[in-house]
C-alpha cells in the first residue's frame, strides 16, 4: 500500500490572528501543519487537521482547524470561536495566577 503525504493548505491570516490573541494574553503557542494521507491508486484520503497547542504555565489547550470556519477545542465535538478563545485564555490566565 503506498501512501501520499500532501500538506494541508493553511490559512495564514487566521495563524496570525490566533497568535495575536496568544500574545495579547501572554501566552505561547505552536502550531503543526496539517497534512492530507491518500492511498494511491484508491479514491481514500484522511485529514489531519492543523493543531494549536497553547501552554499557560502548566495547562495545555489542543486546538484543531481544517480552515478558519473550522476551528475545535480538543475534538471535533467542541466548536469554538476566536472570541471565545480569547475568553478562555483570559479565564484560565486568571485561575493560574
Not at 79 to 92: A, C, M, N, R, S
Amino acid at each position: 500500500m503506498n501512501f501520499l503525504i500532501d500538506d494541508l493548505n493553511k490559512n495564514v491570516q487566521f495563524e496570525s490572528k490566533i497568535k495575536n490573541i496568544c500574545s495579547f494574553n501572554n501566552v505561547k503557542c505552536e502550531f503543526q501543519q496539517g497534512k492530507i494521507l491518500t492511498i494511491k491508486n484508491t479514491n481514500i484520503s484522511f485529514i489531519k487537521p492543523h493543531q494549536i497547542n497553547i501552554n499557560i504555565k502548566d495547562k495545555q489547550i489542543i486546538l484543531i482547524y481544517i480552515n478558519e470556519d473550522n476551528l475545535f477545542l480538543y475534538n471535533r465535538t467542541m466548536p469554538i470561536t476566536t472570541k471565545q478563545l480569547d475568553t478562555l485564555l483570559k479565564e484560565l490566565k486568571k485561575e493560574v495566577i
